[in-house]
């Protein structure tokens, strides 16, 4: 065997075992998001359907569905959100566990006349179909999750138009790079590599991450705000206990910051990577693992928001904003 086609042979192993290392955490974390969506979705069908039932709903429920009873449009919306989120997840999954299958068979199993670099092309041919549904698929869920963050910013800023068509503009703008993102890495997969496109692609790759970041910072920090607006309005009257609505502002807040830490990881790597590629290197180890662990969390976040709302003790509390309705959530000055 010459020296050139043992160096091909390694560099092939080398990015299948990454390929595969990366693909055993993605499903890792998918066993996880099945089991937390399994959930959520068993909360919020209950909420809407048995909220009136005494023998079917359980009692940590019931106190916290009462409350949504003229929510259901709200709750219907969500758990379309959240099933449109589980079908992206599974595709990408799906999509990527083919990959690899595609990637050991026709690279490795089926042997060509042209030797390993006519295997190679082939099995790059092979994958192209399923490269292309895991990118959509993945855009989609990273959309989903921005879609999630900027609706609780505005449900809390219903009344401020110019927050509102602020979060709107900035929504938009995150689906168009998102979909440019995604269109552009379509055509590097049917180009095989072509380098316009692939410039094309690493700068999109950088900027959508980014954008995402900032979708859910802006996000976030409305959240904060009103939740330190409300925190003021109320201390007076219930010193040192945490009301209920506190409880659900600050866990969108600090779910929101969770995944910026995550998303700000992500991005950082990517640029790095963007900037000194190496098809081989811890680096691009890491750009994929956190790649998978940014994807999944995402579409993590909105579902661990609703497990944690519906199923914790705030409601227990003695205090209630529907208790005192001149405490209501002031939505701020009305530029309309």
Not at 123 to 130: D, E, F, G
Not at 236 to 250: E, G, S
Request: glycine content about 6%; hydrophobic content about 50%.
């Amino acid at each position: 065997m010459a020296p050139e086609e043992s160096e091909q042979i390694a560099l092939a192993g080398t990015v299948i075992f990454q390929n595969i290392s990366s693909m055993i955490f993605g499903i890792g974390l998918f066993g996880f998001y099945i089991l937390a969506f399994i959930i959520s979705m068993y909360i919020m069908i209950l909420c809407i359907y048995w909220q009136y039932s005494i023998t079917l709903t359980p009692t940590y429920l019931k106190p916290h569905c009462r409350q949504k009873e003229n929510n259901r449009r709200a709750h219907k919306s969500m758990i379309a959100l959240l099933l449109t989120g589980f079908a992206m997840t599974v595709l990408v999954t799906c999509a990527e566990i083919a990959s690899n299958l595609l990637l050991v068979k026709f690279g490795f199993v089926v042997a060509l006349p042209g030797g390993l670099m006519a295997q190679e092309l082939a099995s790059s041919l092979k994958i192209v179909v399923t490269n292309i549904l895991a990118n959509w698929s993945g855009s989609f869920m990273l959309l989903i999750a921005d879609t999630a963050i900027v609706w609780r910013a505005w449900a809390l800023w219903a009344g401020n138009r110019l927050i509102t068509w602020t979060l709107l503009i900035i929504l938009l703008a995150d689906i168009g790079v998102n979909i440019a993102d995604a269109i552009v890495d379509t055509k590097v997969d049917i180009n095989l590599g072509n380098i316009s496109t692939n410039t094309a692609s690493a700068t999109l790759d950088s900027l959508t991450p980014a954008l995402n970041l900032s979708v859910n910072i802006v996000a976030t920090l409305l959240i904060a705000r009103r939740a330190w607006t409300y925190h003021q309005s109320t201390r007076a009257i219930v010193r040192n206990k945490k009301t209920q609505v506190q409880a659900i502002l600050l866990l969108m807040v600090e779910s929101g910051a969770i995944l910026g830490m995550i998303q700000l990881s992500s991005t950082i790597v990517q640029v790095v990577d963007t900037r000194h590629p190496v098809l081989v290197s811890p680096l691009e180890d890491a750009k994929y693992f956190f790649g998978r662990f940014y994807i999944y969390s995402a579409v993590l976040n909105p579902i661990a928001l609703v497990i944690l709302v519906q199923t914790g003790t705030t409601y227990e509390q003695s205090f209630h904003l529907e208790d005192v309705p001149s405490l209501e959530i002031d939505s701020g000055p009305n530029f309309s």
